[in-house]
Protein backbone atom coordinates (compact mmCIF):
# COMPACT_ATOMS: atom_id res chain seq x y z
CA UNK A 1 0.00 0.00 0.00
CA UNK A 2 1.61 3.22 -1.11
CA UNK A 3 2.45 5.87 1.92
CA UNK A 4 1.61 9.67 1.24
CA UNK A 5 3.06 12.23 2.89
CA UNK A 6 2.95 16.09 2.98
CA UNK A 7 6.08 17.43 2.11
CA UNK A 8 6.98 21.27 2.75
CA UNK A 9 6.92 23.42 -0.14
CA UNK A 10 9.77 26.03 -0.32
CA UNK A 11 9.37 29.77 0.34
CA UNK A 12 8.37 31.68 -2.61
CA UNK A 13 7.34 28.76 -5.01
CA UNK A 14 4.74 30.81 -5.97
CA UNK A 15 6.38 34.12 -6.70
CA UNK A 16 8.61 35.21 -10.41
CA UNK A 17 12.06 35.76 -10.37
CA UNK A 18 11.43 38.95 -12.69
CA UNK A 19 10.48 42.56 -10.71
CA UNK A 20 6.53 42.99 -10.58
CA UNK A 21 7.09 46.07 -12.46
CA UNK A 22 8.59 44.40 -15.69
CA UNK A 23 5.37 41.67 -16.00
CA UNK A 24 3.08 44.92 -15.57
CA UNK A 25 5.06 46.61 -18.15
CA UNK A 26 4.89 43.83 -20.43
CA UNK A 27 1.51 43.29 -19.57
CA UNK A 28 0.49 46.64 -20.46
CA UNK A 29 2.70 46.47 -23.46
CA UNK A 30 0.56 43.54 -25.29
CA UNK A 31 -2.46 45.19 -23.93
CA UNK A 32 -2.32 48.24 -25.86
CA UNK A 33 -0.52 47.07 -28.89
CA UNK A 34 -3.91 44.43 -29.28
CA UNK A 35 -6.22 47.44 -28.53
CA UNK A 36 -4.37 49.81 -31.06
CA UNK A 37 -4.25 46.76 -33.62
CA UNK A 38 -8.02 46.85 -33.27
CA UNK A 39 -8.50 50.45 -33.28
CA UNK A 40 -6.25 50.36 -36.71
CA UNK A 41 -8.54 47.46 -38.19
CA UNK A 42 -11.88 48.96 -37.41
CA UNK A 43 -10.79 52.30 -38.82
CA UNK A 44 -10.00 50.30 -42.03
CA UNK A 45 -13.50 49.22 -42.36
CA UNK A 46 -14.93 52.29 -41.47
CA UNK A 47 -12.85 53.80 -44.16
CA UNK A 48 -14.28 51.28 -46.44
CA UNK A 49 -17.55 51.04 -45.20
CA UNK A 50 -18.78 54.49 -45.03
CA UNK A 51 -18.32 54.76 -48.71
CA UNK A 52 -21.04 53.08 -49.30
CA UNK A 53 -23.37 55.35 -47.13
CA UNK A 54 -25.45 57.66 -49.10
CA UNK A 55 -25.06 61.51 -49.36
CA UNK A 56 -28.58 62.30 -48.80
CA UNK A 57 -27.90 60.42 -45.41
CA UNK A 58 -25.71 62.74 -43.85
CA UNK A 59 -28.40 65.48 -44.12
CA UNK A 60 -29.63 64.32 -41.37
CA UNK A 61 -26.48 63.98 -39.55
CA UNK A 62 -25.57 67.66 -39.76
CA UNK A 63 -28.93 69.68 -39.91
CA UNK A 64 -28.17 71.56 -37.06
CA UNK A 65 -24.35 71.90 -37.80
CA UNK A 66 -25.28 75.57 -39.50
CA UNK A 67 -27.70 76.86 -36.79
CA UNK A 68 -25.06 76.02 -34.08
CA UNK A 69 -21.90 77.88 -36.02
CA UNK A 70 -23.41 80.67 -36.26
CA UNK A 71 -24.72 80.93 -33.08
CA UNK A 72 -20.82 80.22 -31.78
CA UNK A 73 -19.61 83.10 -34.21
CA UNK A 74 -18.56 86.30 -32.57
CA UNK A 75 -20.47 88.99 -35.88
CA UNK A 76 -20.14 92.29 -36.82
CA UNK A 77 -22.60 95.12 -37.65
CA UNK A 78 -23.01 93.61 -41.21
CA UNK A 79 -26.43 94.41 -42.82
CA UNK A 80 -28.43 91.80 -44.17
CA UNK A 81 -28.08 93.03 -47.54
CA UNK A 82 -24.36 92.86 -47.58
CA UNK A 83 -23.89 89.24 -46.04
CA UNK A 84 -26.76 88.71 -48.67
CA UNK A 85 -24.16 90.02 -51.29
CA UNK A 86 -21.14 88.13 -50.21
CA UNK A 87 -23.25 84.50 -50.20
CA UNK A 88 -24.45 85.64 -53.46
CA UNK A 89 -20.61 86.18 -54.82
CA UNK A 90 -19.57 82.59 -52.94
CA UNK A 91 -22.07 80.65 -54.43
CA UNK A 92 -21.06 82.12 -57.94
CA UNK A 93 -17.56 81.22 -57.52
CA UNK A 94 -18.44 77.78 -55.93
CA UNK A 95 -20.48 77.11 -58.97
CA UNK A 96 -17.49 78.60 -61.47
CA UNK A 97 -14.66 76.43 -59.77
CA UNK A 98 -16.96 73.20 -59.08
CA UNK A 99 -17.92 72.48 -62.46
CA UNK A 100 -14.40 71.61 -63.35
CA UNK A 101 -14.31 69.04 -60.22
CA UNK A 102 -16.87 66.17 -61.43
CA UNK A 103 -18.36 66.53 -58.19
CA UNK A 104 -20.48 63.27 -57.38
CA UNK A 105 -24.30 63.87 -59.40
CA UNK A 106 -26.18 63.52 -56.62
CA UNK A 107 -23.85 66.24 -54.30
CA UNK A 108 -25.08 69.53 -54.00
CA UNK A 109 -22.30 72.04 -52.50
CA UNK A 110 -24.36 74.45 -49.79
CA UNK A 111 -21.92 77.36 -49.32
CA UNK A 112 -22.42 79.34 -45.71
CA UNK A 113 -21.03 82.46 -45.30
CA UNK A 114 -20.30 83.15 -41.32
CA UNK A 115 -19.41 87.09 -40.64
CA UNK A 116 -17.02 86.23 -37.92
CA UNK A 117 -13.15 87.32 -37.65
CA UNK A 118 -11.96 83.90 -37.58
CA UNK A 119 -9.76 82.93 -40.14
CA UNK A 120 -11.16 79.44 -41.36
CA UNK A 121 -13.03 77.36 -43.71
CA UNK A 122 -14.39 73.84 -43.66
CA UNK A 123 -16.50 71.39 -44.99
CA UNK A 124 -18.47 69.38 -43.22
CA UNK A 125 -21.21 66.22 -44.08
CA UNK A 126 -24.14 66.89 -46.62
CA UNK A 127 -21.81 69.34 -48.96
CA UNK A 128 -21.55 72.25 -46.49
CA UNK A 129 -18.72 74.88 -46.37
CA UNK A 130 -18.37 77.13 -44.02
CA UNK A 131 -15.82 80.13 -44.98
CA UNK A 132 -15.67 82.98 -42.64
CA UNK A 133 -15.21 86.87 -42.59
CA UNK A 134 -11.80 86.95 -41.23
CA UNK A 135 -10.72 84.41 -44.39
CA UNK A 136 -11.86 86.04 -46.96
CA UNK A 137 -10.07 89.57 -45.44
CA UNK A 138 -6.95 88.11 -46.19
CA UNK A 139 -6.99 86.70 -49.92
CA UNK A 140 -6.21 89.55 -51.86
CA UNK A 141 -7.45 87.89 -55.28
CA UNK A 142 -10.08 86.30 -56.68
CA UNK A 143 -7.99 82.80 -57.31
CA UNK A 144 -6.99 82.58 -53.58
CA UNK A 145 -10.50 82.64 -52.72
CA UNK A 146 -11.11 80.19 -55.52
CA UNK A 147 -8.45 78.03 -54.34
CA UNK A 148 -9.79 77.87 -50.68
CA UNK A 149 -13.03 76.88 -52.42
CA UNK A 150 -12.11 74.26 -54.37
CA UNK A 151 -10.03 72.52 -51.72
CA UNK A 152 -13.28 72.34 -49.59
CA UNK A 153 -15.15 70.90 -52.28
CA UNK A 154 -12.18 68.38 -52.73
CA UNK A 155 -13.28 67.29 -49.19
CA UNK A 156 -16.60 67.26 -50.52
CA UNK A 157 -15.83 65.18 -53.85
CA UNK A 158 -13.25 62.44 -51.57
CA UNK A 159 -16.12 61.92 -49.27
CA UNK A 160 -13.37 63.09 -46.24
CA UNK A 161 -16.50 64.29 -43.92
CA UNK A 162 -18.36 61.08 -43.73
CA UNK A 163 -14.96 59.31 -43.73
CA UNK A 164 -13.61 61.42 -40.84
CA UNK A 165 -16.92 61.12 -39.17
CA UNK A 166 -16.39 57.35 -38.87
CA UNK A 167 -12.86 57.21 -38.04
CA UNK A 168 -13.80 59.39 -35.01
CA UNK A 169 -17.23 57.35 -34.08
CA UNK A 170 -14.50 54.44 -33.73
CA UNK A 171 -12.08 56.35 -31.82
CA UNK A 172 -15.21 58.02 -29.88
CA UNK A 173 -16.84 54.77 -29.21
CA UNK A 174 -13.41 52.74 -27.86
CA UNK A 175 -12.26 55.50 -25.24
CA UNK A 176 -15.86 55.33 -24.11
CA UNK A 177 -16.08 51.53 -23.25
CA UNK A 178 -12.30 52.09 -21.79
CA UNK A 179 -13.14 55.20 -19.84
CA UNK A 180 -16.67 54.08 -18.53
CA UNK A 181 -18.60 57.24 -19.95
CA UNK A 182 -22.36 57.32 -19.48
CA UNK A 183 -24.21 56.00 -22.52
CA UNK A 184 -26.64 58.91 -22.53
CA UNK A 185 -23.80 61.23 -22.45
CA UNK A 186 -22.20 60.70 -25.92
CA UNK A 187 -25.08 61.49 -27.51
CA UNK A 188 -25.12 64.97 -26.04
CA UNK A 189 -21.79 65.48 -27.20
CA UNK A 190 -21.65 64.48 -30.76
CA UNK A 191 -24.79 67.08 -31.65
CA UNK A 192 -22.51 69.85 -30.47
CA UNK A 193 -20.37 71.77 -32.41
CA UNK A 194 -17.29 71.09 -30.82
CA UNK A 195 -18.09 67.18 -30.66
CA UNK A 196 -18.70 67.57 -34.25
CA UNK A 197 -15.29 69.31 -35.03
CA UNK A 198 -13.76 66.76 -32.99
CA UNK A 199 -15.18 63.88 -35.09
CA UNK A 200 -15.04 65.70 -38.67
CA UNK A 201 -11.14 66.98 -38.43
CA UNK A 202 -9.08 65.70 -41.82
CA UNK A 203 -6.36 63.72 -41.34
CA UNK A 204 -2.88 65.64 -43.01
CA UNK A 205 -3.18 62.78 -45.84
CA UNK A 206 -6.97 64.03 -46.41
CA UNK A 207 -5.85 67.91 -46.70
CA UNK A 208 -2.96 66.69 -49.07
CA UNK A 209 -5.36 64.83 -51.32
CA UNK A 210 -7.70 68.00 -51.04
CA UNK A 211 -4.82 69.98 -52.32
CA UNK A 212 -4.50 68.09 -55.24
CA UNK A 213 -8.08 67.93 -56.10
CA UNK A 214 -7.86 71.77 -55.44
CA UNK A 215 -4.88 72.63 -57.86
CA UNK A 216 -6.53 70.40 -60.63
CA UNK A 217 -9.67 72.78 -60.72
CA UNK A 218 -7.46 75.61 -60.88
CA UNK A 219 -5.73 75.10 -63.35
CA UNK A 220 -9.18 73.66 -65.68
CA UNK A 221 -10.69 77.17 -64.67
CA UNK A 222 -7.72 79.70 -64.84
CA UNK A 223 -5.20 77.65 -66.87
CA UNK A 224 -2.62 78.88 -63.93
CA UNK A 225 -2.03 78.48 -59.80
CA UNK A 226 -1.33 81.73 -59.56
CA UNK A 227 -2.22 83.21 -56.06
CA UNK A 228 -3.42 79.64 -55.08
CA UNK A 229 -0.69 79.70 -51.99
CA UNK A 230 -1.55 83.15 -50.98
CA UNK A 231 -3.83 82.08 -47.78
CA UNK A 232 -0.82 79.40 -46.50
CA UNK A 233 1.76 82.37 -47.42
CA UNK A 234 0.21 84.69 -45.07
CA UNK A 235 -0.28 81.35 -42.30
CA UNK A 236 3.03 80.91 -42.49
CA UNK A 237 4.21 84.44 -41.51
CA UNK A 238 2.18 84.84 -38.67
CA UNK A 239 3.81 85.21 -35.53
CA UNK A 240 2.07 83.31 -32.53
CA UNK A 241 -0.75 82.15 -35.29
CA UNK A 242 -2.80 79.75 -33.66
CA UNK A 243 -4.49 77.08 -35.68
CA UNK A 244 -8.17 76.64 -34.85
CA UNK A 245 -9.10 73.75 -33.81
CA UNK A 246 -10.82 72.64 -37.11
CA UNK A 247 -7.98 72.81 -38.99
CA UNK A 248 -5.52 71.64 -35.95
CA UNK A 249 -4.11 68.54 -38.47
CA UNK A 250 -3.27 70.55 -41.49
CA UNK A 251 0.40 70.19 -42.63
CA UNK A 252 2.35 73.03 -42.24
CA UNK A 253 1.72 76.10 -44.65
CA UNK A 254 5.62 76.05 -45.84
CA UNK A 255 4.92 72.10 -46.99
CA UNK A 256 1.78 73.52 -48.95
CA UNK A 257 3.30 76.45 -50.67
CA UNK A 258 6.16 74.48 -51.90
CA UNK A 259 3.66 71.53 -53.16
CA UNK A 260 2.04 74.32 -54.94
CA UNK A 261 5.23 76.00 -56.83
CA UNK A 262 6.55 72.70 -57.48
CA UNK A 263 3.65 71.84 -59.33
CA UNK A 264 3.28 75.75 -60.65
CA UNK A 265 7.02 75.12 -62.25
CA UNK A 266 5.63 72.29 -64.01
CA UNK A 267 2.65 74.12 -65.86
CA UNK A 268 5.20 76.56 -66.83
CA UNK A 269 7.65 74.28 -68.08
CA UNK A 270 4.74 72.56 -70.08
CA UNK A 271 3.39 76.05 -71.45
CA UNK A 272 6.85 77.15 -72.89
CA UNK A 273 5.61 76.04 -76.64
CA UNK A 274 2.69 78.51 -76.13
CA UNK A 275 3.42 81.56 -74.24
CA UNK A 276 0.62 83.62 -73.41
CA UNK A 277 0.52 87.57 -74.85
CA UNK A 278 1.71 89.97 -71.79
CA UNK A 279 -1.64 92.04 -72.48
CA UNK A 280 -3.91 88.67 -71.13
CA UNK A 281 -2.04 89.51 -67.64
CA UNK A 282 -3.97 91.10 -64.71
CA UNK A 283 -1.88 92.12 -61.82
CA UNK A 284 -2.63 93.16 -58.35
CA UNK A 285 -2.27 96.05 -57.61
CA UNK A 286 -2.83 98.16 -54.44
CA UNK A 287 -4.88 97.95 -51.18
CA UNK A 288 -7.26 100.30 -51.76
CA UNK A 289 -11.14 99.19 -51.52
CA UNK A 290 -12.53 97.61 -54.44
CA UNK A 291 -16.33 97.05 -55.61
CA UNK A 292 -17.14 93.38 -57.17
CA UNK A 293 -19.98 92.56 -59.18
CA UNK A 294 -23.45 93.45 -57.97
CA UNK A 295 -21.90 96.37 -56.33
CA UNK A 296 -20.14 94.04 -53.70
CA UNK A 297 -17.44 95.96 -51.80
CA UNK A 298 -14.46 94.73 -49.49
CA UNK A 299 -11.39 96.51 -47.55
CA UNK A 300 -9.23 94.75 -49.71
CA UNK A 301 -8.69 93.95 -53.43
CA UNK A 302 -9.80 91.12 -54.96
CA UNK A 303 -9.33 90.93 -58.52
CA UNK A 304 -9.50 87.68 -60.90
CA UNK A 305 -5.71 86.41 -62.70
CA UNK A 306 -7.19 85.42 -65.76
CA UNK A 307 -4.08 84.13 -67.48
CA UNK A 308 -0.94 83.75 -66.32
CA UNK A 309 2.27 85.83 -66.58
CA UNK A 310 4.65 84.62 -69.66
Not at 68 to 97: H, M, N, P, W
Amino acid sequence: MAEYSNPRLPEGINVSTEHPLKDFLHLLLVTGLGLAAALFLLILASDFLVRYIPISYEAALASKLPQLVAQSAVTEAATTEDRAKVQAYLDRLAGKIGTHMALPPELTPKIHYVDADLVNAFATLDGQVFIFRGLLEQVHSENALAFVIAHELGHLKLRHPIKALGRGLVVVVALTAIAGVSETALPDWLVNTGGQATLLSFSRDMELDADEEAMNAMLATYGHLAGSGELFDYLAHQEGFKVPALLSTHPAPDSRIRAINERTLQVKASAIAEPLPESDKVALTGMSPVCLQDNICLPYPLLPLDKPGP
